[in-house]
């Protein structure tokens, strides 16, 4: 079965500075997707951003970048320029790529992001 | 375009009580998941379905059912309510082909269910 550790249950940042998340995984399969999503206190689920595991480069969007390390399995998160807004629980995920199980995620515990004015 | 709507948002039930949650997909959805979330067990998935079969089920008991409409809309319920079934319910719909955008998953606001 797979599963996602995300190690750091609580992290703070000062704004406008730079903080990483972790995330490690297990799965015997090759071809798979990863994601981060943020949920704020109105427990919305928000997609952050998205990694296909058969591309090597690492994904980005805006303010945010992700470090991909397959043989590793490991996904962290990086957010620049911290913002009071982006204070928040963040999840990682995973999810097959084909196959019975491919339209379910497998969730880590999350990581409770406070970020310091 | 409109995002996922879930509704009711807040309910109350008492335990051995029913619930019904409803949730309208993305338009263009077709795979809708739902996913239970606590703080003890953190985000567990229930069901997958797509045009109106569930596709996956997780590991909760014969309690936890669920329906898909011929418009994708979902419905879960839960029978005979247990003080452990206090939770946010989650809906989710995903184009569900393609790469990119077609294979994530969006959520919506959430069900809070609490049982007394």
């Known amino acids: 079965a797979q599963t996602v550790t995300q190690s750091q249950p609580e992290m703070s940042v000062q704004e406008a500075e730079t903080v990483t998340l972790s995330c490690t995984y297990d799965?015997?399969?090759?071809?798979?997707?990863l994601f981060w999503y943020k949920q704020p206190p109105s427990r919305q689920m928000i997609l952050v951003i998205r990694?296909?595991?058969?591309?090597?480069q690492n994904a980005t969007e805006n303010r945010f970048s992700v470090n991909f390390q397959k043989a590793a399995k490991s996904f962290s998160l990086k957010i620049s320029d911290s913002q009071l807004g982006d204070a928040a629980m963040y999840f990682c995920?995973?999810?097959?790529?084909?196959?019975?199980?491919?339209?379910?995620?497998?969730f880590g515990k999350g990581t409770k992001l406070s970020v310091i004015p | 375009k409109a995002g996922v709507t879930q509704t009711p948002r807040y309910l109350i039930k008492t335990r051995g009580q029913q619930v019904t949650l409803s949730c309208s997909p993305i338009?263009?959805?077709?795979?809708v998941s739902w996913y239970q979330q606590t703080p003890g067990q953190g985000l567990q998935f229930l069901f997958e379905?797509?045009?109106?079969?569930?596709?996956n089920k997780g590991n909760f008991p014969g309690r936890f059912s669920g329906r898909q409409f011929s418009n994708s809309r979902s419905e879960m319920n839960v029978s005979t309510l247990e003080l452990g079934d206090s939770a946010l319910y989650l809906c989710?719909?995903?184009?569900?082909?393609?790469?990119?955008?077609?294979?994530?998953?969006?959520f919506g606001e959430g069900s809070w269910l609490t049982v007394v």
């Open positions: 379905y797509f045009s109106e079969t569930q596709r």
């Open positions: 995920a995973y999810r097959i790529a084909s196959g019975a199980g491919s339209y379910q995620l497998t």
């Open positions: 799965t015997s399969e090759s071809d798979y997707y």
């Open positions: 990694q296909e595991a058969y591309k090597q």
């Open positions: 989710a719909s995903s184009l569900e082909r393609g790469t990119g955008s077609g294979n994530t998953i969006y």
């Open positions: 338009s263009g959805h077709r795979s």
